[in-house]
């Protein structure tokens, strides 16, 4: 989480309930397509962009999330049109893109935004999705509120573009104030429910203590994407291959239909092998044993 932080610090996005119907694994007549965000290959992406796509590709996946774009140096170096063309001709598409809103959620100033929305319109994203808070934004409930009505805000402008908004949780969401309210109760509850989504990461809601599913009946159709991320079983603070770790996804899966999944991206931050075997691994478990 501090190195996502960082990150995004370093590239000024923070400055500036019923059993799976078989047919449900289909959608539009093919099977769901399974994605990864690239945050996983933050190590090996900058210094050999056109490879690792092409790997990626490689190992079956048909889908990227984006991170990390900068207005003045692109996607890792490549302006928007070339990385999109890239993607392209590795029969990759980019669905969504994760942004910092730090800046505008201090000063609400909207021009902050839109540089960052013509990256994400360029590369054909359909979510915006944000991808961290701050710790000083994040001390209150108050400052959920804050943070909730910033969003609906962000999420008015990016529609003007075609886009949606979506918000993407840590754990820290999940810190119980008065009453055992938390920070992403707020969210859920104050922010405009026709206008923004979530992206769920599996793995920090299944650490924070909390139920995915729980949280699909109560929040129907609002969990377009997820963040499939297993949970080491020696240590829970770290990540391992999805199907090898402690996180019963084949079950969470069954409720896809509830939480309104479109897209299921593998997320890993730390490897124990070659990346690439990895997310091979990761992929192969997903495409054969949760759409299949």
Known sequence: MNSRRSFLKQTGLAAAGALL???????GGSKRKVGI????????????????????A?????????????????????????????????????PSGHF??????????KDLLKPYIEGAVAVNNKYFTIAYLGEPLRTSLEDYKKIAGRLNEAAELVKQSGLKLAYHNHDFEFKKYEGGTTGYDILLNE?????????????????????????????????????VKDMDKANHGINTEVGSGTIDFKNIYKHAKQAGLEHLIVEQENFSKDPFVSIKQSFDYVNRELIK
């Open 100 to 109: 910092g809103l730090d800046d505008f959620i201090k000063s609400g100033n």
């Open 21 to 27: 119907l078989p047919s449900f694994a289909f959608v």
């Open 191 to 227: 922010t405009d429910k026709n206008l923004i989504r979530f992206e769920m990461d599996l793995y920090w809601v299944v650490r924070s203590g909390n139920d995915p599913v729980a949280m699909f009946n109560k929040n129907p159709g609002r969990f377009p994407m997820w963040h």
């Open 37 to 56: 965000q690239l945050y996983s290959l933050r190590k090996e992406l900058p210094t050999d962009v056109k490879g690792v796509i092409e790997k990626i």
């Open 58 to 94: 490689k190992a079956g996946y048909k889908e990227v999330e984006t991170y990390g774009f900068s207005p003045t140096g692109g996607y890792w170096g490549l302006d928007a049109k070339s990385f999109k063309s890239l993607l392209t001709a590795n029969g990759l598409t980019t």
